[in-house]
């Protein structure tokens, strides 16, 4: 683990060295970061996707998916599963900020088996309940789509702008 863990760290430098073609910078990031993840080093990972994004335009929301579900694989023991499931909750943060509660309920519901895999019962805690949330702000932005049709149409309509307003502030902290 330790020479992948170098490896997917010399990896990154080079691809940051190589920031003039795209191909050239894409291949070691790519490769970075599924080496990364497979020794559960999502912080690697994740700097060679947002490497990646800087320079070229890539699903950085769906790489980083996929890096957390090859180092939940490659996990082994529950520091790494605690470890994945903090990653995993952050990145629900930014699912939901993104709109994507799809995504987000899924990554969520990773994130209690993990959590549970990992022996800390707070994290547990705290992951069952971000995913109940997860699940009440999908149903609420559902609901929205009647409301947006209405906004569209009438753009003071003060019912369809105080149910934005509810979502806005108590889902998205806006």
């Known amino acids: 683990p330790q020479d992948r863990t170098a490896l997917a760290r010399q990896l990154l430098e080079n691809a940051a060295r190589s920031q003039d073609d795209p191909v050239t910078l894409w291949v070691p990031c790519r490769a970075a970061q599924d080496t990364a993840a497979q020794t559960c080093d999502i912080r690697t990972a994740f700097e ?5 994004a800087r320079f070229i335009d890539v699903d950085t929301l769906a790489l980083k998916l996929a890096a957390l579900t090859s180092a939940g694989k490659a996990a082994k ?7 994945l499931t903090t990653d995993h909750l952050r990145l629900v943060d930014e699912l939901v900020d993104a709109d994507q509660f799809e995504t987000a309920e899924k990554t969520a519901t990773a994130a209690v088996q993990l959590a ?3 022996n800390d019962a707070a994290l547990a805690t705290k992951a069952t309940g971000r995913s109940k949330e997860v699940s009440e702000a999908k149903t609420l932005y559902q609901g929205m789509k009647s409301v947006l049709e209405t906004l569209a149409k009438n753009s003071d309509d003060p019912g369809a702008n105080l149910e934005t307003g509810k979502f806005l502030c108590f889902v998205k902290g806006a």
Do not use: Q, T
């Open 48 to 52: 060679a996707i947002e490497l990646a």
């Open 77 to 83: 023991g529950p520091e790494e599963f605690a470890d």
């Open 116 to 118: 549970r895999k990992s």
